[in-house]
Structures are given as structure tokens and as C-alpha cells.
């Protein structure tokens, strides 16, 4: 259950988080250590199933980390549900995204190979007054204390997390009121009071869910982060999506894998969370200067259902209906001439044959 909180974090865009001076990076959350250590992330992944009405959202990522206790917070456009996910999801995704062979023929027979060409305080949550920070919902899962906050004041919702042992940098308590503004909500995460869950290496994945006319992916917190962030946002939905709101302005979002998801053809974990037949976008950002998001991920139909796969090399011997192409050529065939060569010389000799017995015949 521990390894939900890194998940979440991580695919919230938390990479390199430092006590000292906190360099935390996120793309759709801030990430709190604990005192006294250090935390990084060296990938985030996310997938975002949109259906029209309802948003689910599953994060995964890696960390390095040497804490005992971390808080996590994200901000989602309507209250949210959270869970934990199945983490058989992301391998099921990698099959499903897997790059496809571009077939190249040869004649004679070698060796061929192939190459690619593609490509996670104490004391429980307590409510702060009504007019200020709302705690919509208060619940344990696993190891972990799971409160969905509203508020309109950034101030006093910063005030709230910071006594709650979500230690907030002062940049990104001013970065909330991007959010705050916009009537979103919060989730905040931490572990609960005496756990002892490892949070290093490869974590289990968390799944939030919340109403949404439009699929959206948060970013603007991961301004205030001093590494560079690699985010990877699958999308489920019933078409194509386009990237129509990019983190950064004047960098267009571009995907690199679209196909359709057919729930008998691809792992368990992938078909539950699709539920039905469903088109999976894959868009990859490398950001090296942060401090130029501005913006949410934002996803819209495309305008048609185009298929997108990065493929490789593969190298097969050219056949026909099975059979070498080289042996067709260099034995079958010389073969089949010598077979009607030899039909042919019989047929010679039968015609000369009976040439030979009608001249010998007596006249009538």
C-alpha cells in the first residue's frame, strides 16, 4: 500500500525532492519528504480514462528515496474518489504500446536482425473552518490518510496543509491560487501515524476519479520545480485525443502512439480500467526548464481516429506460397525446365515414333 503514495507522486510530476531546499518536482502534485532525507523520481507515468462525464486518473512512478514519511498533494478540477490500482495496469500498457515490425524482405539467406527505430505529521486530517478550507472527505487507505479538500482562498489553504504536514514552499502555495481561482479541489496524501512503509523503488500505482466535462491533465505546479520532468500521459477514450492545452505554450504536446484497445486483445488490467472498447493516445514530454509550464495538459477528440505506432526492423526471407524465393529461383525452376525439357523429348520422340509407323504402314 506504500508504494501508492510514490505512484501518485510520481505521476503527479514529483522528481527530485530535497529537505534542505526543496527542489521537488511535480507535474500534477507537490511532493512533501520528511524530514532529514532526500527524494527523487526518475519517471512519472499517468493514465487518464476520460468517457465524457468521468475522469479516472492512474499513477505510477520509480523512486529514489531515503525518508520515512512523505505528504503529497494534487489538485483535480472536482472532488475525487481515490484507490489503489492495479499495478499489473503499466505492463499492460507497455504490451499494448509495443512497437510493431516494419518488414523488410531479402533474397538470399543470412542472418537478419533488427533494430529499433522508435521509440510516492501526525495526528489525524481535521477540518479547518468552513469558510476557509473544506474537508469534503476524510478516509484511511492502506497506510495512508486521504483527505479531498476545497477552498477559494489560497492563503488559508496553504495554512491548512502546512499544519497538516504538507510543508509547502512558499512559490507553491502562490501557485495554488491557479487553481483555487478556478473553483478546483484538492487531494492531499500522506502516511498515516506510525507506518513504516518503504517508500524506495518501484511503486504501486493509485487511481483517483472525478466528474469531467473536458479530459485534463494538471501541470502548473511543476513550475516551481529545478529538475527536469518526464511525464508520460496515456489517454483512454472513445476516439483519438488531441493535446489541445500543452504545459508549454509555444511547445505543442505531440503523441507518439495511438491505437485502438480491443478488451480481448490486450492485458486484464488494461481492458478493466477500459471497459469496452476504447482509443489509448500516448503523449511523452521531456521538460528541462519547468519554470516555463504554464499550463495544464488539456485533451480534446481529434479529428479523425488516425493509427500511430513506432515500429522496428525486421529482416525475413522473401517466399512464396512458403518457399524460399532463392530456391524457387536457383533449383525449382531449373528443375521444372529440365521436367519439361524431358516431356518435351518425349513428346519428340512419340510424334516421331508414330511419323515412322504410319509411313510403314502398307498403303489401304
Known sequence: MARALTLAL???????????????????????????????????????????????????????????????????????????????????????????????????????????????????????????????????IGEFEVASLASADPQALGDWLNQHGFTLKDSTATRLAAYTSQGWKFVAVRLASGSTADLNGALDPISLSFPAKTAVYPMRLSAGATTPQNVEVSVLAPHRMDATGSPITDEPAVSNFGDWIEPSKVGPALASLAAGRMFLTVFDGEYSEPSRITQDYAFAPATSDWVQHSTYDKEELLTFLGIPAYLIVFVILPLLAAIGFWMRQGWKRGAAAEAAAVAAAPPV
Open 10 to 140: 510520481a505521476a503527479g510530476g514529483l522528481q527530485a525532492v530535497w529537505v534542505a531546499d526543496p527542489a521537488w518536482a511535480c507535474g500534477c502534485g507537490a511532493m512533501i519528504p520528511g524530514s532529514g532525507g532526500t527524494m527523487s523520481v526518475a519517471r512519472e507515468q499517468a493514465v487518464v480514462r476520460f468517457d465524457g462525464t468521468t475522469e479516472d486518473v492512474v499513477m505510477r512512478f520509480s523512486m529514489q528515496s531515503n525518508v520515512t514519511d512523505a505528504a503529497w498533494v494534487m489538485p483535480v478540477p472536482a472532488p475525487a474518489t481515490v484507490k489503489l490500482a492495479n499495478q499489473a495496469l503499466f505492463s499492460d500498457l507497455s504490451a499494448a504500446e509495443a512497437p510493431v515490425p516494419a518488414v523488410h524482405h531479402y533474397f538470399w539467406p543470412h542472418l537478419g536482425g533488427s533494430s529499433s527505430n522508435g521509440a510516492r505529521s501526525e495526528g489525524p486530517m481535521a477540518a479547518a473552518p468552513p469558510s476557509a478550507v473544506q474537508v469534503l472527505s476524510d478516509q484511511r
